[in-house]
């Protein structure tokens, strides 16, 4: 590989963000590291990515397994790969999950985090280099926030297991940045959706079964508190805003949003609308969906992102619907072409 090419290490590329990240950075002429889970190459090759397509030829891409908590593991892998930025996407994301899970959720997302800066701070000592370090912090931090929209001095009143082991984790890269030097970021990301979410996420799940229905392939859609409202955007966008942090003179931590909010109802009216379906007559309320506590009104305030960062979402709200429902119509084709072909006409 070319000595004179940025290399960057992400640890949760198989994920989505970490997907659209690679394809960003290669397509930049980056050399890119992912860190995966071990077993993690499966899920890359189901998301059926073609990431040659945006690079260099050969393609600049290496893949490293690691346990985020494996801290030894993580530091051999940052001697091995000699990043110039670190991009720390990889966590035990589901926050519903979070609360069946909080042991694991913590130690994955907040001692996870704590032990790679920790390899990193020793990697810039040993090497005499300046890794910039991107965390992955989220909305969730403002829990129940006593004014919105929500901007980079609002305070934090996380309300999940998920937003705690967060909250850690964006204090500790604080903490590094003005400790020691680092060129450490926090972004404050939205909610952001893509085709490449997972369906234990409400948009995909939606997506997915509304398509489904719609070709017969599913009867019913069970699903928690429809007044729950989100601001979406799409992971593309919000990867970019993760880049152009570590582009910075000087280490920051951004709001990233679209400063639109839409309820889970909104949502059912444009996936099902679009697939000229009443959702009424399919979606069912299940209390197993209800989180213990959930947060209020969160949509963000991006001036600082705008300003300083020259960023803004490029995809709205019903463009981001409608990719994602046209790319699970083709999904739920395929699924049903091969139904018939088994001659399989069960539904769920």
Same mark, same amino acid.
């Given at each position: 590989?070319?000595?004179?090419?940025?290399?960057?290490?992400?640890?949760?590329?198989?994920?989505?963000? =970490?997907?659209?990240?690679?394809?960003?950075?290669?397509?930049?002429?980056?050399?890119?590291?992912?860190?995966? +889970?071990?077993?993690?190459?499966?899920?890359?090759?189901?998301?059926?990515?073609?990431?040659? /397509?945006?690079?260099?030829?050969?393609? #600049?891409?290496?893949?490293?397994?690691?346990?985020?908590?494996?801290?030894? *593991?993580?530091?051999?892998?940052?001697?091995?790969?000699?990043?110039?930025?670190?991009?720390?996407?990889?966590?035990?994301? *589901?926050?519903?999950?979070?609360?069946?899970?909080?042991?694991?959720?913590? *130690?994955?997302?907040?001692?996870?985090?704590?032990?790679?800066?920790?390899?990193?701070?020793?990697?810039?000592?040993?090497?005499?280099?300046?890794?910039?370090?991107?965390?992955? &912090?989220?909305?969730?931090?403002?829990?129940?926030?006593?004014?919105?929209?929500?901007?980079?001095?609002? #305070?934090?009143?996380?309300? $999940?297991?998920?937003?705690?082991?967060?909250?850690?984790?964006?204090?500790?890269? +604080?903490?590094?940045?003005?400790? @020691?030097?680092?060129?450490?970021?926090?972004?404050?990301? @939205? *909610?952001?959706?893509?085709?490449?979410?997972?369906?234990?996420?409400? $948009?995909?799940?939606?997506?997915?079964?509304?398509?489904?229905?719609?070709?017969?392939?599913?009867?019913?859609?069970?699903?928690?508190?429809?007044?729950?409202?989100?601001?979406? =955007?799409?992971?593309?966008?919000? +990867?970019?805003?993760?880049?152009?942090?570590?582009?910075?003179?000087?280490?920051?931590?951004?709001?990233?949003?679209?400063?639109?909010?839409?309820?889970?109802?909104?949502?059912?009216? !444009?996936?099902?609308?679009?697939?000229?379906?009443?959702?009424?007559? @399919?979606? !069912?309320?299940? #209390?197993?969906?209800?989180?213990?506590?959930? +947060?209020?009104?969160?949509?963000?305030?991006?001036?600082?992102?705008?300003?300083?960062?020259?960023? !803004? #979402?490029?995809?709205?709200?019903?463009?981001?619907?409608?990719?994602?429902?046209?790319?699970?119509?083709?999904?739920?084709?395929?699924?049903?072409?091969?139904? $018939? &072909? /088994? =001659?399989?006409?069960?539904?769920?």
């Amino acid at each position: 590989m070319s000595s004179d090419r940025r290399v960057a290490l992400i640890t949760g590329i198989a994920g989505q963000d =970490g997907s659209y990240l690679a394809e960003l950075l290669l397509a930049r002429g980056y050399e890119v590291h992912g860190v995966l +889970v071990p077993g993690g190459t499966a899920r890359i090759a189901d998301q059926d990515l073609d990431w040659q /397509s945006v690079a260099h030829d050969p393609l #600049p891409l290496v893949f490293h397994e690691a346990e985020l908590t494996d801290g030894t *593991n993580l530091r051999s892998i940052l001697f091995s790969a000699m990043p110039d930025e670190i991009y720390h996407l990889a966590a035990q994301s *589901n926050v519903r999950l979070s609360f069946d899970l909080p042991v694991h959720t913590g *130690n994955v997302i907040a001692l996870g985090t704590l032990k790679m800066l920790e390899a990193v701070r020793a990697y810039n000592e040993a090497t005499g280099r300046s890794c910039r370090f991107y965390q992955a &912090a989220s909305s969730e931090l403002f829990g129940q926030p006593h004014e919105s929209p929500q901007n980079e001095q609002t #305070p934090f009143r996380p309300r $999940t297991p998920y937003a705690c082991a967060k909250l850690f984790a964006y204090w500790q890269t +604080v903490n590094y940045r003005e400790a @020691y030097g680092m060129f450490a970021c926090n972004g404050i990301l @939205y *909610n952001h959706e893509s085709p490449r979410r997972s369906d234990a996420y409400v $948009t995909r799940k939606i997506t997915r079964a509304a398509t489904r229905i719609k070709l017969g392939l599913q009867k019913k859609l069970r699903l928690g508190d429809l007044d729950a409202r989100r601001d979406w =955007g799409f992971a593309g966008d919000y +990867v970019e805003a993760m880049w152009r942090m570590l582009q910075q003179d000087d280490p920051g931590d951004y709001v990233i949003a679209t400063g639109e909010t839409h309820s889970i109802r909104d949502l059912l009216d !444009e996936v099902f609308g679009y697939l000229d379906l009443d959702w009424r007559e @399919y979606v !069912e309320t299940d #209390p197993t969906c209800f989180r213990p506590t959930d +947060v209020g009104l969160l949509y963000g305030d991006t001036r600082k992102a705008r300003t300083r960062l020259g960023w !803004e #979402p490029k995809v709205g709200f019903r463009e981001l619907v409608r990719m994602m429902a046209d790319h699970d119509l083709r999904l739920a084709q395929r699924e049903l072409h091969e139904k $018939t &072909a /088994s =001659g399989d006409e069960s539904s769920s």
